[in-house]
């Protein structure tokens, strides 16, 4: 499918909202929430985490379809799925679209797990994808969970380049309270440019803007600036120094741009644990068929290059892709063969190290919620099982609260 | 940590200049950018001898129907083609940049931000420049005609899925997003209420360049909204939704965070959604109130917002003047994260904070040095430095730095930084240091240099 930037802001949930509090907040404060949190694990301290968020709500059941359910196509009369289905196993098949998914998952390297939500559902794409960005239901947070994750683990890392977020924003789930993560759109546009007019003057205009952003305890709002921008210079150090690289797969355009630009990244052996990665375009409210099996089509080749590329050069199982969405659908479609916002949808794992399988129930199609479906994993249980047998973190402390862990690594 | 600035007594009284707080370059700047894109020369020669109550009348006091740009428009024959969107993405920027009425092409900003609509899924450039127009022409009109306008809108029927929303076949998109986010805000309605809602907006169909209602797929049938229960149609509909009590709130929290500071205080959203109701949704009334308060002039309010990508990449431009290529503009601004008519999705923009991360701040830095040092004919030519020089009667080191850190920065800059500027201005790669002296590769130098300096400041990312 010919995707490009357009389709990626169409629908797409941007960044999430407020991160002010959170920026500004003294660094000791961080140091104090998470002070002696108790790390021991064999793990290696190496693995690298990349986030694919397909912003707009994914209709999770033309993703996964509970094949042999009449239920499913009673609801969906012009828009449930029968033909070029790709099996899993007897009760689920994939998208016609994933056919590179298929093949991962017949490779053993791909987990799909079925009904992730959790309690109350909001549906609402905002207030829904910050549940999903901070791991929070209750209440509104400033952090997210991957900056969580960065203020415990990486605590005491001054790398500037231990997150990357790739994009023109930076998502909710990767603001910590220390050190801003970077956000890179493209390595051309990553760097200070300087007047080729005169070495001199470009010397001194270098210096002079690192001075002018030097941190101060002025307003809330000229701290936050500084500190963003002084982190970017320094980002900026990092990155120049990264090498030649050379593809060995094919990347769709969309998001296998952005996977590409990772697995460049990666390549470049910053030390960075995780990146962060979205495409939209899933709030599919009407004649969804044809564009959802595209956009399917392009996160399953995306993703299945990332991980040839990374096979050829034998990093494939340092790496762990983990995709989400901020809700499914509604179970029945409306009335422009298309579906509104739901509730509970499958996450995906990928990754060399992954063991692949379906993970959890599909949830019942009669027992509803609203005409929505319920969820049957609580998204968090994979967040945790991340966090503790991947990144080597204490998800009890990251997520204040302790999930069962799941079988996928 | 600096002392928090408090929001001013008497908040929605009319600021009067006086020596404490006196009408200068640093309160001109304020109001240019607000509403507005930015100070120029001309705006400050204009407002400074006029004062804020003649300075809000010339900007908010305008007639939409007779627009002194239309014609030129005309004349720049195949400027304007609605077979893509670049075209009407740059002719929004060249009125941006052009226009003697910035407020109406700000206002209408802000509307394109409120009922967020996108090119991505429209995909109908001549219903965007449709939407845009209707922006442009009611802007400062009745919030309640806007509401309506904006429910029967091509464009926003195919965004939010109005055209397929049928009797006996909702769809519910419009119905949850004018409520979420356009009219009352998260979490101020039921499941019910979006369901039920959904009905009364059955039936707008395009015909053409315009929404009608086809009365055949119109759902008669009785609604419950709100409590309320009758055979609803979408006027109706929005009625009941701006008879809701958060509904003026929501409208007044969206005014304030827009014109004054992020985080208004409740009493301020309470005196103005009071004032909303008694001025019967009309916005220009309310906009003026804001625009010559005590609150909007406070220290409160100065540097309290961080500019918006298109405030900060045509302000920087038309400060500058040049012949513009308002392409580079649009390109660059989409590149910090704001591409006109791709809003990223229906809540709009973000704003504040979420523009600003290490790629968009690079970004930024590096179109300061793009308008300044480009040398050729698009920004900062030569002849217009020149004539700024002369305009200001420019000669030493000192007399550059003070006027641009007036025309970009309102002159109100920390202890040092003038210094600095003065010390860069001097250099010349050795120990001692030089004269200064205009000089055709001074200017092409060090006074273009400037340029890129000041807009590589935290103070001038702020609005």
């Not at chain 1, 509104?140 to 005491?156: M, N, S």
């Not at chain 1, 052996?269 to 599919?284: A, E, H, K, L, P």
């Not at chain 1, 998204?379 to 069962?404: G, Q």
């Not at chain 2, 220290?299 to 400060?319: F, N």
Request: proline content about 5%.
């Amino acid at each position: 499918m010919k995707s490009s930037r357009r389709e990626f802001l169409q629908v797409g949930m941007g960044s999430a909202a407020a991160i002010s509090l959170c920026a500004t907040m003294p660094a000791f404060v961080s140091r104090l929430a998470f002070a002696e949190a108790g790390v021991s694990s064999q793990l290696a301290d190496d693995n690298i985490l990349v986030i694919v968020q397909l912003s707009g709500g994914n209709d999770g059941l033309n993703t996964v379809i509970p094949t042999g359910q009449d239920l499913y196509y009673q609801s969906r009369p012009n828009i449930g799925l029968k033909d070029n289905l790709h099996k899993l196993d007897d009760k689920h098949a994939l998208n016609p679209g994933m056919t590179a998914f298929k093949e991962l998952f017949d490779d053993g390297k791909l987990a799909v797990v079925n009904g992730c939500g959790y309690p109350q559902p909001n549906r609402s794409h905002f207030r829904s994808m910050e549940i999903w960005h901070t791991a929070n239901p209750q209440q509104y947070e400033p952090c997210g969970w991957i900056g969580h994750y960065i203020d415990h683990k990486l605590r005491g890392s001054d790398n500037a380049l231990k997150a990357i977020s790739i994009g023109a924003e930076l998502p909710l789930a990767m603001v910590a309270t220390g050190a801003p993560v970077p956000s890179v759109q493209s390595l051309e546009d990553f760097k200070v440019k300087l007047d080729p007019n005169s070495n001199f003057d470009a010397k001194m205009e270098q210096q002079l803007i690192s001075e002018l952003n030097a941190v101060t305890d002025a307003t809330p709002a000229m701290q936050f600036l500084s500190r963003q921008a002084t982190n970017a210079m320094l980002a900026t150090q990092e990155m120049s120094k990264l090498q030649s690289y050379k593809q060995d797969a094919e990347y769709p355009q969309g998001l296998g741009d952005q996977l590409r630009l990772i697995a460049q990244l990666i390549s470049g052996n910053f030390g960075t644990r995780v990146f962060y990665s979205q495409i939209g375009g899933f709030d599919t409210h009407s004649n969804q068929v044809g564009g959802h099996q595209g956009l399917l089509n392009n996160v399953a080749q995306s993703i299945s290059a990332f991980h040839k590329d990374l096979t050829a050069k034998k990093i494939n199982d340092k790496v762990m892709v983990m995709v989400f969405s901020e809700f499914g659908r509604r179970v029945a479609q409306n009335g422009s063969s298309g579906t509104d916002h739901g509730a509970a949808g499958p996450m995906f794992v990928s990754g060399g190290k992954v063991k692949g399988g379906v993970y959890g129930a599909h949830p019942s199609l009669t027992d509803l919620d609203d005409g929505d479906l319920k969820y049957t994993t609580d998204f968090r249980r994979i967040y945790a099982t991340i966090l503790d047998k991947w990144l080597n973190a204490d998800s009890a402390v990251v997520l204040k609260n302790k999930f069962e862990g799941m079988g996928i690594v | 940590m600096a002392d928090l600035i408090q929001p001013p007594s008497e908040p929605f009284a009319a600021y009067v200049p006086s020596e404490q707080e006196p009408w200068d370059v640093r309160r001109i700047g304020h109001l240019m950018r607000r509403a507005g894109f930015g100070l120029t020369d001309d705006w400050l020669d204009s407002f400074q001898p006029a004062g804020p109550e003649e300075a809000v009348a010339v900007l908010t006091e305008y007639d939409p129907q007779d627009d002194p740009l239309n014609d030129l428009i005309e004349q720049l024959e195949g400027y304007l083609v609605f077979a893509e969107p670049k075209s009407v993405q740059g002719w929004w920027v060249w009125r941006m940049l052009n226009t003697t009425r910035p407020l109406q092409e700000k206002i209408a900003l802000f509307w394109h931000d409120h009922f967020a609509t996108s090119q991505g899924k429209v995909n109908n450039v001549k219903f965007m420049h449709n939407q845009i127009e209707l922006f442009r022409r009611t802007g400062l009109g009745s919030y309640r005609s806007l509401a309506n306008a904006v429910t029967q809108d091509p464009a926003m029927l195919i965004w939010l899925d109005g055209n397929t929303n049928h009797k006996g076949a909702p769809n519910e998109n419009y119905a949850r997003e004018i409520m979420e986010l356009f009219l009352l805000g998260i979490g101020n309605y039921s499941e019910s209420d979006v369901k039920q809602l959904a009905r009364c907006f059955t039936g707008w169909q395009i015909q053409g360049e315009k929404g009608v209602l086809n009365p055949g797929l119109f759902d008669e049938g009785e609604k419950t909204v709100f409590g309320q229960k009758g055979q609803f149609d979408s006027a109706i509909g929005i009625d009941i939704l701006l008879e809701q009590p958060m509904a003026s709130r929501y409208l007044a929290s969206c005014l304030l965070k827009e014109f004054v500071h992020p985080n208004p205080l409740s009493e301020h959203v309470e005196h103005l959604a009071r004032r909303i109701v008694e001025e019967k949704w009309e916005i220009k009334p309310v906009l003026q109130e804001i625009l010559k308060s005590r609150l909007f002039f406070s220290e409160w309010a100065y540097r309290s917002k961080i500019k918006g990508p298109i405030e900060l990449c045509v302000g920087s431009v038309a400060a500058l003047g040049g012949k513009v290529n308002t392409g580079f503009v649009r390109d660059s601004a989409a590149k910090m994260g704001q591409e006109l008519l791709f809003p990223p999705n229906v809540k709009g923009w973000d704003g504040q904070e979420t523009w600003i991360n290490a790629n968009t701040v690079l970004l930024r830095f590096n179109y300061g040095l793009s308008i300044g040092t480009q040398r050729n004919d698009e920004f900062a030519r030569p002849s217009d430095i020149a004539k700024w020089i002369k305009r200001h009667d420019i000669k030493t080191a000192e007399d550059v730095v003070d006027q641009y850190i007036r025309l970009f920065l309102d002159g109100v800059m920390p202890a040092g930084f003038r210094d600095k500027m003065i010390v860069y201005m001097k250099y010349d790669g050795k120990e001692e240091v030089r004269q200064f002296a205009i000089t055709p590769g001074t200017i092409n130098s060090k006074v273009r240099g400037l340029i890129h300096l000041t807009m590589s400041t935290p103070e001038y990312q702020l609005a």
